[in-house]
């Protein structure tokens, strides 16, 4: 069975300083992982997506997140943060060869401290 | 394209009543999924549907009901409120990319209190 645990529930930066939301997935077969980002009181909206591409893939903000297969990691990271990037971020996994399941992680809230 | 649409987006019902949320989509996505979000707990799955008349039950089903008529539409029903039911409720849907799934595209939601 599939699975996607995200690490961190908090994590808070200073503006200017680099972001990483950490994301370790479970997958039998080759999954598709996500990043989708959730501003206060809005929907969901994808950042970025790996399926069996690049292993770095960039995203739209400015965030990027490198596939590791041996360590099954799927981390978010962006160089610079910025005070808009304050958001409720979660990692998904979905492996149609798998359980046919669009899994998602109980999300990290990212905080930019001025 | 409006995407994903939703209606109403708040709501307070008392114990035992019931409503329908509305979700729609202009896409032409087979795929529709209906989420509930409570705080801290991410998304929990309650319903999805893979086509016009097909419906499956999630995660947390228990206490709802859907139907899909048209490849648009995927209505949400609650039939007899509790306050368990209080709750942010996410509509999406996506396509197969191939043999994967593509990204899900997400309606605003419905803010839901039950009282």
């Known amino acids: 069975a599939q699975s996607v645990t995200q690490l961190d529930s908090h994590v808070s930066v200073s503006e200017g300083t680099p972001v990483l939301l950490r994301c370790n997935y479970s997958s039998s077969y080759s999954p598709s992982l996500f990043w989708y980002v959730q501003h206060p009181n809005k929907g969901l909206q994808l950042l970025l997506k790996?399926?069996?591409?690049?292993?770095l893939v960039k995203g739209i903000n400015g965030f990027e997140a490198e596939f590791k297969k041996s360590e099954t990691s799927f981390h978010l990271t962006k160089p610079s943060a910025h005070m808009s990037d304050a958001a409720e971020y979660f990692c998904v996994v979905s492996d149609r060869r798998g359980d046919d399941k669009i899994i998602f992680g109980k999300g990290t809230r990212l905080h930019i401290l001025p | 394209n409006a995407g994903v649409t939703q209606t109403p987006k708040f709501r307070i019902l008392k114990i035992g009543q019931s409503m329908t949320l509305q979700c729609t989509q202009d896409m032409n996505h087979n795929y529709m999924y209906w989420y509930r979000q409570d705080p801290g707990m991410g998304l929990k799955l309650i319903y999805y549907?893979?086509?016009?008349?097909?419906?499956d039950k999630g995660e947390v089903p228990n206490g709802y009901n859907v139907s899909r008529s048209t490849t648009e539409d995927f209505p949400l029903r609650l039939e007899l409120a509790a306050p368990s039911q209080t709750s942010v409720y996410f509509c999406?849907?996506?396509?197969?990319?191939?043999?994967?799934?593509?990204?899900?595209?997400f309606g605003p939601g419905t803010r839901l209190t039950v009282l």
């Open positions: 549907s893979v086509g016009a008349g097909i419906t």
């Open positions: 999406a849907s996506n396509i197969l990319a191939g043999t994967e799934y593509n990204e899900q595209f």
């Open positions: 790996y399926t069996s591409a690049a292993t």
